[in-house]
């Protein structure tokens, strides 16, 4: 017996060799070989119930998939019920669950994205191809947008993506083993500090700056949350300051709505400039603690600031262990900030009912303040700039700047810094060089995958908050795609469609069962149009959280402006 097994014995039986104890425990036994290989990879690290997730991974990165022992292992070490272990692992698409009477995955996984810019660009048929050329001794499977729209189709072989994906390129990673992330070229601490960075993180530690100071500065240059809501910044901090202690900070890094990529690129360039926008808001609000949430499609980004995380504690900037990064598990609903918290609980991601309200409960039922990558970038220019220098950026009524990420049909896609309310016509000519050659545009989403659709006929409406809303559109995170006269309308709004059937959490039924059968009724060559209407009122006006309440979105634009090409 080999030393780790007496250890495991030992601990697990106190009472063995006593006449105390059950010689043959109720319930799943213990593998040993997975146990020992649970506890090398566990470590020091605390055993929180918080942490499922987090050692999920561990277990998932290891072996290439969540063996049956090593769930039972870790449901054992965390002292936790197996059901709850399982299901949480089976609620996130990333965990790979290999029970005990089947095979473990290839060793290689190629994922390949079929959200709606790639699929325009010819995802299908990479992923056929790729399934034809591999069949079998790789594992090639579809998976919903990348947050990289601006080079498609893209695939992921293990953790590396290759965008403007083809067979070949991705042969080509997979045959020489490229599986790891690469960190890409951003501008780091040192060169941060250079430029005038943490100067105004250090004057609100040192009472240079009053927390009075910054909320008006927030307030006055109209800045507002730029994950989706929209909700007034200062605002949103003074109510959750206003709330008793402890308080707690999550930053939102999980932008999952389809044609959005705006918070990678800040993330990859400029990473402190939104980092000290959090430690701003961790001081403002005098948080505990603060958490980043970043999706797992995103593992660069991860390893960039496990690298510069720590700088920070160094330099005094922040306390030690007061900054935690949390890694996600591949599912968009983690978008919304209620399921985000309960995915940083270490539970599946499902939206909590409201009120009452994160600020008040939040995460571990502690008043929590919520900001996108996005909205804390800004932090730091408004305050140095002034307010008015930001407010009067604008155009249309718009009040700012806001980054717009430009997928689609264009001759120059990326993330576009633009004046709040900049009209989508504005945007194709002024920033993104017209549309692609041999394409007329047709149509636009102007928020994602939930926004809507609306026709280029309507190419003069602002791109800002409350501008849409008489349309059944809203910009959300400005993440817009440009549709072109080589686009099919019913395509279009299928594959949005699908892609909500997939991600519905499943929690209530207007969404779950209301995808699902959207789906099956937009398959039809001729939609039934009084039943889908039906159904879409039913989602929008039952659903708890805004995935079943905006899904139908897309199926009312069409047949409101393209109802010809579905009927």
């Not at 598990?329 to 978008?335: E, L, S």
């Not at 995915?343 to 009912?353: C, V």
């Not at 039922?365 to 407010?391: M, S, Y």
């Not at 559109?473 to 279009?492: E, N």
Request: charged residues 25%; contains cysteine; negative net charge.
């Amino acid at each position: 017996m080999s030393e780790g097994e007496k250890t495991i014995r030992k601990r697990r039986h106190p009472g063995r060799g006593r006449g105390k104890g059950r010689v043959h425990p109720k319930g799943r036994q213990l593998d040993v070989a997975a146990q020992e290989d649970v506890l090398a990879l566990l470590g020091d690290k605390p055993r929180n119930r918080d942490l499922l997730i987090e050692h999920l991974h561990l277990i998932q990165d290891s072996q290439g998939c969540l063996p049956a022992p090593h769930m039972v292992a870790l449901a054992d070490e965390m002292r936790l019920p197996l059901a709850e272990v399982y299901e949480v692992a089976s609620f996130y698409a990333h965990f790979d669950i290999v029970k005990d009477d089947e095979e473990r995955p290839p060793a290689v996984t190629v994922r390949v994205c079929d959200s709606l810019t790639c699929e325009m660009m010819g995802a299908q048929t990479l992923l056929k191809d790729l399934r034809t050329k591999y069949d079998g001794a790789v594992r090639v499977v579809p998976a919903p947008c990348m947050g990289r729209c601006d080079c498609p189709p893209v695939a992921e072989v293990g953790h590396a993506h290759v965008t403007n994906a083809t067979v070949a390129s991705v042969d080509a990673a997979v045959s020489g083993g490229d599986t790891s992330p690469t960190i890409p070229d951003y501008r780091g601490f040192d060169a941060y500090c250079a430029d005038g960075g943490y100067a105004l993180l250090r004057s609100c530690l040192d009472g240079g700056k009053t927390v009075e100071d910054i909320l008006a500065a927030l307030d006055d240059s109209g800045l507002r949350g730029l994950g989706g809501a929209g909700f007034p910044t200062g605002r949103k901090w003074q109510l959750v300051r206003a709330e008793p202690k402890p308080r707690y900070m999550t930053i939102n890094a999980d932008e999952g709505e389809p044609g959005t990529f705006k918070d990678r690129h800040y993330l990859e360039t400029d990473p402190h400039r939104f980092l000290e926008g959090m430690l701003i808001g961790v001081w403002a609000v005098e948080a505990e603690r603060a958490y980043i949430y970043l999706r797992d499609e995103y593992p660069q980004i991860r390893k960039l600031l496990q690298i510069e995380m720590p700088k920070l504690v160094a330099a005094g900037l922040a306390k030690e262990d007061s900054i935690e990064l949390r890694r996600g598990a591949g599912a968009y609903i983690c978008g919304e900030e209620s399921a985000m918290i309960e995915s940083i609980e270490g539970k599946r991601g499902l939206p909590r009912h409201r009120p009452p309200y994160v600020a008040q409960v939040g995460l571990f039922d502690r008043p929590t303040l919520v900001n996108n990558v996005e909205t804390l970038f800004w932090i730091r220019d408004i305050v140095e700039k002034g307010a008015t220098w930001f407010g009067d950026q604008g155009r249309n009524g718009g009040k700012g700047l806001r980054s717009y990420s430009v997928s689609g049909r264009v001759a120059e896609p990326g993330v576009k810094l633009a004046p709040a309310g900049v009209t989508v016509q504005e945007l194709i000519d002024e920033f993104c060089g017209g549309m692609a050659d041999g394409h007329t545009f047709k149509a636009y989403l102007p928020g994602g995958a939930s926004g809507g659709i609306l026709p280029a006929s309507k190419g003069d409406l602002p791109l800002e908050f409350g501008k849409l809303e008489s349309e059944g559109c809203f910009v959300g995170s400005h993440a817009v795609v440009i549709l072109s006269d080589k686009d099919d309308m019913g395509d279009v709004a299928r594959n949005l469609m699908r892609f909500f059937e997939d991600e519905s959490c499943g929690q209530c039924t207007p969404c779950r069962v209301g995808t699902e059968k959207a789906v099956a009724l937009m398959s039809d060559r001729d939609w039934d149009v009084p039943l889908l209407e039906e159904l879409g009122r039913a989602m929008a006006d039952a659903s708890i959280c805004g995935l079943g309440q905006a899904a139908a979105n897309p199926l009312f634009s069409v047949l409101k402006h393209f109802r010809e090409e579905v009927v």
